[in-house]
T-cell receptor, first 115, second 115 residues
Framework: KAGVTQTPRYLIKTRGQQVTLSCSPI?????VSWYQQTPGQGLQFLFEYFSETQRNKGNFPGRFSGRQFSNSRSEMNVSTLELGDSALYLCASSPGQGDSNQPQHFGDGTRLSIL | GESVGLHLPTLSVQEGDNSIINCAYSNSASDYFIWYKQESGKGPQFIID?????DKRQGQRVTVLLNKTVKHLSLQIAATQPGDSAVYFCADRPPEYSSASKIIFGSGTRLSIRP
């Protein structure tokens, strides 16, 4: 079955703008997590959504937000963009229920560059 | 508290040899561990996982070993091939997130294959 799909693959914005990134999970997966990947900080957890509810949150400012729709697709939004927000944003999905020891599967990310 | 996997940053291996990538974690209560492979321009790809009630698990050409006494995890790749070139991350899930999908990534080891 199809993997995790993220759109767009690349995005260029300027400081102060806002951006919305989209993620379609693997069919049947109800948990969607977002991560930020930078050379300096590595992979850092942003938040997780399950059944349209935020289930867990990382240590990022309130400018970073997300939501999940009834079909499990998720979006994340970053407002008032800063240069330091330049990163690869990764989405991962997992079944999210039942056996909690199930790996997350990642999309190929959205490369966000802030000018 | 947070649990982080610690890696050596680079590893160079002769093609055909076995590779061993090591990872140390800090939270002795972590109950689930995962190895991911990330190739350039792609998202992390799930390789293999292991639960804390196991000390060894084998997959296709890969073996994960877990030593809970010294909080050490290793990934062994048999007969390393050029396609194995990538950054390898270990990740764990602290027990307080057992009902969620938050995982903590280490800093990664870049595996290079010599012809």
């Amino acid at each position: 079955k199809a993997g995790v799909t993220q759109t767009p693959r690349y995005l260029i914005k300027t400081r102060g703008q806002q951006v919305t990134l989209s993620c379609s999970p693997i069919s049947g997966h109800r948990s969607v997590s977002w991560y930020q990947q930078t050379p300096g900080q590595g992979l850092q957890f942003l938040f997780e959504y399950f059944s349209e509810t935020q289930r867990n949150k990382g240590n990022f400012p309130g400018r970073f937000s997300g939501r999940q729709f009834s079909n499990s697709r998720s979006e994340m939004n970053v407002s008032t963009l800063e240069l330091g927000d330049s990163a690869l944003y990764l989405c991962a999905s997992s079944p999210g229920q039942g056996d909690s020891n199930q790996p997350q599967h990642f999309g190929d990310g959205t490369r966000l560059s802030i000018l | 508290g947070e649990s982080v996997g610690l890696h050596l940053p680079t590893l160079s291996v002769q093609e055909g040899d076995n590779s061993i990538i090591n990872c140390a974690y800090s939270n002795s209560a972590s109950d689930y561990f995962i190895w991911y492979k990330q190739e350039s321009g792609k998202g992390p790809q799930f390789i293999i996982d292991i639960r804390s009630n196991m000390d060894k698990r084998q997959g296709q050409r890969v073996t994960v070993l877990l030593n809970k006494t010294v909080k050490h995890l290793s990934l062994q790749i048999a007969a390393t091939q050029p396609g194995d070139s990538a950054v390898y991350f270990c990740a764990d899930r602290p027990p307080e997130y057992s009902s969620a999908s938050k995982i903590i990534f280490g800093s990664g080891t870049r595996l290079s294959i010599r012809p």
